[in-house]
């Protein structure tokens, strides 16, 4: 039976007017979007969610039509289904990109537009506050396949320019910086790549688009990682790139070049948690504001990173750029990464644990290790908090347990 393109004629003008509504009112707040998204109940007799369709093969109604397949919105599963563009419209629309393309992981959201944007004897400079992986893929597959590599300071803003070459064809970028949190003056990184000819790509998980919109301060390419806050639930793993217009041809042909998509369950999953994301995101970005600024009092603290405390260093950055900010963000504990030892195995409501986004808190204790310009500290050990959806007063108490552990053992060393 087609299921969502012989709509009748009833359903054709509901979705027309739909459409009118959506462009008369440019208005509507996020969350409005978030519940409402762009696909069209009406186009599959009302159910309110799209459907899951599992699929590798696609039916042709003749070999015409099988020629002639390009003006078709589906040819084979691969390709996408429904199910897929549903979210891929959902993401476009909250990015407000022209396209966007989902895979399996938010590496590949990294790894896919840096293949389909470089080749070998190209330059790439990337920020040096990077998600570790992204460094590691950059330093081994792109090195061995010939492109040129350098890491520049997340301050370095319009300064950019005096590190183009003719060869740079792409600006990777990710605000605010893994687990150190340095803001990035994103407008003046851009308008400087663009003048040298490079694509920008920006990783926008931390933020979400609810929370900061990168296409709109010139970036090319929207890269996230759905298994953070779109997820939501710390059961999924799945990346998306919003694209411009100009870049998007380019990064699909290499997105299906690779044989990349996002599998159907897992992409309900997401289409199931952005619905919810922005009351989720209100809940993890209040608990975060709290605990840090009650990290930020105590006398064993040494920093507290979160761009929303006017004592961050790059707070003015932060609050020029985005409207919120998510659960995440770090602090410093004196001592080495012994003492961080200590202070994370008190702790039994939070979870050791990578990834973030979830329900649930986690700790880590930062390794800087790899950074070559946004080095850490001299003294002390980050540790980066993942604030879920607890209560806040049972995170306090499972981080003073942590410091009391610490405070003892400093006891007991004399
Ligand atoms: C987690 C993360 C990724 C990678 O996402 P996965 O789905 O775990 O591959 C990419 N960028 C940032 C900033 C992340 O935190």
Request: hydrophobic share 40%.
């Amino acid at each position: 039976m087609p299921v969502v393109h012989h709509r009748c004629r009833r359903t054709e003008q509901k979705a027309e007017e739909l459409t009118n509504a959506r462009s008369k009112n440019r208005q509507m707040g996020p969350n409005t979007l978030l519940a409402h998204g762009p696909y069209d109940p009406h186009s599959l007799h009302g159910f309110v969610n799209p459907p899951v369709i599992h699929a590798s093969t696609v039916l042709f109604e003749s070999t015409d039509a099988m020629r002639h397949r390009k003006s078709l919105p589906y040819t084979y599963g691969l390709r996408g289904t429904p199910t897929t563009k549903a979210l891929e419209d959902a993401l476009s629309e909250l990015e407000g990109a022209d396209e966007t393309i989902l895979v399996p992981s938010g590496l590949a959201a990294i790894t896919v537009p840096l293949l389909a944007f470089l080749g070998a004897g190209d330059h790439c400079l990337v920020v040096d506050s990077v998600y570790t992986p992204t460094r590691q893929f950059c330093n081994g597959t792109l090195r061995r396949m010939g492109v040129e590599i350098a890491y520049f300071d997340p301050h370095i803003g319009a300064g950019i320019a005096d590190l183009m070459k003719p060869n740079t064809k792409v600006v990777f970028l990710e605000a605010p910086g893994s687990n150190t949190f340095e803001m990035m003056d994103v407008a003046a990184v851009c308008a400087a790549a663009r003048a040298g000819g490079a694509v920008t790509m920006l990783d926008n998980t931390w933020a979400t688009p609810l929370y900061f919109r990168p296409i709109a301060h010139g970036v090319d390419l929207s890269i996230h990682a759905l298994t953070k806050y779109p997820g939501g639930h710390s059961d999924l793993m799945m990346g998306s790139v919003s694209a411009t217009a100009a870049t998007a041809a380019q990064l699909r042909e290499t997105q299906m070049q690779i044989g990349l998509n996002a599998a159907p369950d897992d992409v309900y999953l997401v289409l199931r948690g952005l619905k919810t994301m922005g009351v989720r995101l209100e809940r993890h970005q209040a608990s975060a504001l709290e605990l840090a600024r009650w990290l930020e009092r105590r006398e064993d603290v040494a920093e507290v990173r979160h761009p929303a405390l006017p004592s961050f260093f790059d707070h003015a950055l932060y609050a020029r750029q985005f409207s919120g900010c998510s659960g995440l963000f770090s602090f410093l504990l004196p001592g080495g990464f012994k003492q961080a030892a200590t202070f994370l195995d008190a702790l039994e409501l939070i979870g050791l644990g990578y990834s973030w986004g979830g329900h649930e808190s986690l700790a880590v204790a930062v390794d800087l290790s790899d950074r070559t310009v946004a080095k850490g500290p001299k003294d002390g050990t980050f540790i980066r908090l993942q604030v879920g959806l607890e209560d806040v007063a049972d995170l306090k108490a499972d981080l003073e347990a942590g410091f009391a552990a610490l405070a003892a053992t400093a006891g007991t060393a004399g």
